[in-house]
């Protein structure tokens, strides 16, 4: 999707300024973007209530309620690109079109992860009912910790990436977009956003996920529970209270040797700390 956008950037400047004779709708889209995220993802549980949830059936409720809330906020970004792509031609139109796509595949990975909660019993049986030798997969043993990272990984991301992409674009201002003022740095945005496999995706890079999908022979690496996984086979340990897109970039890395060197190779000036098989 980056790869794409990019090629598009490159055949000509975005202007995205439509008929003087129409109005400006993709004004309203860049004002979307604009818009403050934090209480457009407001789960509406109090901090009583969350302490107090203490059954699988609420969890999954309160999960359920933030992929909702991103979901939504990801469809008005797209319904609002969707109503300015008229007003666009050419290279512009294409570039409008490569961002809808992004969030619409955002948003169908929201709404299966609101699917698979709500029939999670059945489709993500528990220890005891699973084959021996299996583990759960990415889908239900990272549901929980995906919605809960998304806020300093992959929604970053769609916002990254759309500000970069609409950055030359008439009257589009992106010191405006909330999320690039995340806590997190300017490099570590774009660092980490142009270089892990679909940052913009909840399915993407990097996420954090369980020590026990690390193979044996890495587990003496591991210090927690979880560690981030920055690529296939190739993770980093966790760290409280640190985005996770940040500790993906700066983190000591270790896993497969060939996917070590790919992620090297795409992050600027940096040369790696870290151990590979």
Not at 68 to 97: C, F, M, R, Y
Request: glycine share 6%; net charge negative; with cysteine.
């Amino acid at each position: 999707m980056i790869k794409r956008l990019l090629a598009l950037s490159l055949t000509g400047a975005f202007l995205l300024t439509g008929c003087s004779s129409e109005p400006k709708l993709i004004e309203e889209f860049y004002s979307q973007l604009y818009l403050a995220v934090e209480p457009q993802l407001d789960d509406g549980y109090t901090d009583a209530q969350l302490s107090s949830i203490d059954t699988a059936e609420e969890r999954n409720e309160f999960f359920s309620v933030g992929y909702e809330k991103v979901d939504l906020l990801i469809q008005n970004l797209k319904v609002k690109a969707e109503a300015a792509l008229p007003q666009t031609s050419g290279n512009e139109k294409e570039t409008l079109s490569e961002l809808i796509k992004m969030y619409g595949q955002y948003s169908i990975e929201a709404k299966q992860a609101i699917r698979l909660l709500s029939n999670y019993d059945n489709e993500c049986p528990d220890a005891t009912k699973r084959p021996a030798g299996t583990l759960p997969t990415h889908a239900c043993g990272d549901i929980a910790l995906t919605v809960t990272d998304l806020k300093t990984a992959s929604l970053v991301c769609v916002y990254y990436v759309s500000a970069k992409f609409l950055g030359n674009s008439s009257g589009f201002d992106a010191t405006k977009v909330d999320f690039l003022n995340s806590g997190m740095s300017a490099d570590v945005i774009s660092q980490g956003c142009d270089a892990f496999s679909s940052s913009a995706s909840l399915l993407g890079y990097p996420h954090r996920t369980s020590r026990w999908v690390v193979p044996e022979k890495m587990q003496r690496e591991v210090d927690s529970d979880f560690v981030i996984a920055v690529a296939d086979g190739l993770y980093t340990n966790l760290v409280s209270d640190v985005p996770i897109l940040e500790q993906a970039v700066y983190g000591s890395w270790f896993g497969s040797c060939s996917a070590f060197k790919s992620l090297e190779a795409r992050l600027p000036n940096q040369t790696k700390s870290g151990n590979c098989w």
